[in-house]
């Protein structure tokens, strides 16, 4: 074969390969949007923290959930920030050193303090996982805020029929038994 035809064919070669380069390269950007959709649309707070407890990326529902900006997180330590309780800081660290050791935990309920003050309960689960060859912790966090103010008005309304079951059923006693006294007063 003479040197220009295996010029040509080297040349195919790598037109075949870069053609296939391209489409696999296409398939991985559709990919990566789709996670990147799915991501920053779900409903629960989903984080990314290094095993020293670092924030390394979050999505909008955690935004929304704390009331921070990712970039305000971005490389801070949670277990410094003013997003847990005091008393809550030594459990958190437990299970961050459980997932350090490969753990996955929770759920778990913790009360956070929003960037405005305010607080919301939220039910924490937390897997560890291999990102880029960094071992990472991936966390959903789930806002309990409503569920909570709903199970507290369920026990507000059935100690309140409690009660009044309690007073109507008082009432028909007593009533028996002033009936008795007047009934024993006009026989004698």
């Not at 409903?43 to 990314?48: A, E, H, N, S």
Request: charged content about 35%.
């Amino acid at each position: 074969m003479s040197e220009l035809e295996q010029l040509k064919k080297r040349n195919a070669e790598l037109e075949a390969a870069l053609a296939e380069h391209r489409k696999v390269l296409a398939a991985l950007e559709e990919s990566q949007e789709r996670l990147r959709v799915l991501f920053e649309l779900a409903p629960d707070g989903y984080y990314l923290n290094d095993l020293e407890g670092n924030f390394v990326d979050g999505n909008r529902a955690a935004e929304e959930l704390i009331g921070y900006q990712r970039e305000e997180l971005i490389g801070k330590n949670f277990l410094r920030l003013s997003l847990l309780k005091l008393k809550d800081i030594p459990r958190a660290a437990k299970l961050l050193a459980l997932n350090a050791v490969g753990q996955p935990t929770g759920p778990d309920t913790f009360t956070l303090t929003r960037k405005d003050g305010t607080d919301v309960v939220v039910e924490i689960l937390t897997h560890p996982v291999t990102i880029a060859g960094k071992r990472l912790v991936a966390a959903i966090a789930r806002d309990l805020t409503a569920r909570k103010k709903a199970e507290e008005a369920l026990h507000r309304a059935r100690r309140e029929l409690e009660m009044r079951t309690a007073e109507r059923t008082a009432e028909p006693a007593a009533t028996d038994e002033q009936q008795n006294r007047r009934s024993w007063r006009t026989k004698h």
